[in-house]
């Protein structure tokens, strides 16, 4: 804290307020509110959830209007108050299978049961900026649903049609012993990480991070060339176990983005050649960050296909682990913006004391 700046906690206190006014703007302006965040920032707000590892679109809008816009400090501001929250119990792990998808894509089969649901997209988009959005309290006339967007058909998985064939690494269940993965929430990152604690960091890490991991395996550091064999959004039901009860109940529901990457693998002493997966699974509609983290996480299990090492970052574990959080990056970060006089005077003093041996050696070796 700025206890050292002239003013003191009365300077800290007026800081506070004039960030409240800055926070309001221009009064005349009408005041954003939660429900506006929430549904017309929605992607900002999948973010602050998936960053913040919790589901509430409510708090996470509410963080977005406290943090000013500032996405990392609403990360910050949602993670605090999660440590404040109990601990019921642990839910069942969701059924992505069944998921009701509003976009289903696969970039590895044209013709897949269930069909490609584009869904709510910017791929098709030009890029322009649109001023019609200017207009407020104008309504648009309501687009005309997708086909197939409704009913939900059944959309197996893409990546099973390789299964069936055997061309695809086989996902190997965890033993009972294992079910219970470490809670990254709960517990310090320790590493070796198994893939469980990797997916946790990766999904709770910084967006623009694991994009540029990702893109990095893309420009041939750990040469990595993936197909998105499926990217799937869409809304699946959270179950829990009731121990009074004997069986499992429905208590939610989320909105998640998965994706599953296909990458090549030229097969091992022990493994034939056959395709790989990366896999990403994100809070809300976050599908830059599943892809993303879908390669990284391909690329991180290189020891587990016998690769070699091939010194990229996007292979260190330590690198893409330690780093990808934002939160413990930003605190490391703007703690230098605190007041450091003591260890900058001692600095200070060195660097005039080593200049003034230097001076007077120099004078020294004139003299001689």
């Known amino acids: 804290m700025y206890v050292a700046v002239k003013g003191g906690e009365k300077a800290i206190d007026n800081a506070h307020e004039w960030l409240d006014e800055a926070r309001r703007g221009d009064p005349s302006v009408a005041e954003l509110t939660i429900p506006q965040i929430r549904e017309q920032l929605a992607l900002a707000v999948n973010r602050v959830m998936a960053e913040g590892s919790l589901y509430d679109p409510d708090l996470a809008a509410l963080a977005i209007k406290q943090a000013r816009g500032d996405l990392i400090e609403a990360i910050f501001l949602i993670r605090a108050y999660r440590t404040t929250l109990p601990r019921f119990g642990y839910s069942l792990p969701v059924d992505t299978g069944a998921m009701e998808c509003d976009r289903r894509i696969s970039a590895t089969f044209k013709d897949v049961p269930g069909g490609q649901v584009l869904g709510p997209t910017f791929d098709y988009t030009h890029r322009l900026l649109d001023f019609a959005l200017e207009a407020e309290g104008l309504e648009r006339p309501e687009a005309a649903p997708e086909a197939g967007a409704e009913d939900h058909p059944q959309m197996p998985r893409v990546t099973e049609f390789l299964n069936k064939e055997g061309l695809i690494q086989q996902e190997i269940a965890p033993a009972p012993a294992e079910d219970q993965p470490d809670d990254l929430t709960r517990q310090p990152l320790e590493l070796p990480a198994a893939r469980p604690l990797r997916l946790q960091s990766l999904t709770r890490g910084d967006e623009g991070f694991v994009l540029s991991m990702a893109y990095s395996t893309q420009r041939g550091y750990a ?63 976050t599908e830059r960050k599943a892809i993303s983290m879908a390669l990284v996480d391909r690329a991180l299990r290189w020891k587990e296909f016998g690769e070699d090492d091939k010194g990229a970052p996007a292979q260190d574990e330590e690198f893409v682990l330690y780093h990808c959080d934002n939160i413990q990056a930003t605190g490391f970060l703007e703690h230098i913006k605190l007041p450091h006089y003591v260890d900058f005077q001692s600095e200070l003093e060195l660097v005039r004391k080593i200049r003034r041996e230097a001076d007077e050696a120099g004078h020294q070796e004139a003299a001689e």
């Open 223 to 285: 040469k990595n060339h993936p197909f998105v064999g499926e990217l799937r959004i869409g809304t699946v039901a959270v179950e829990a176990e009731i121990p009074e009860l004997g069986f499992a109940i429905e208590i939610g529901e989320v909105v998640l983005t998965e994706c599953e990457t296909v990458n090549q693998f030229l097969g091992s002493k022990s493994e034939p050649p056959q395709f790989t997966r990366g896999y990403g699974l994100v809070f809300g509609q």
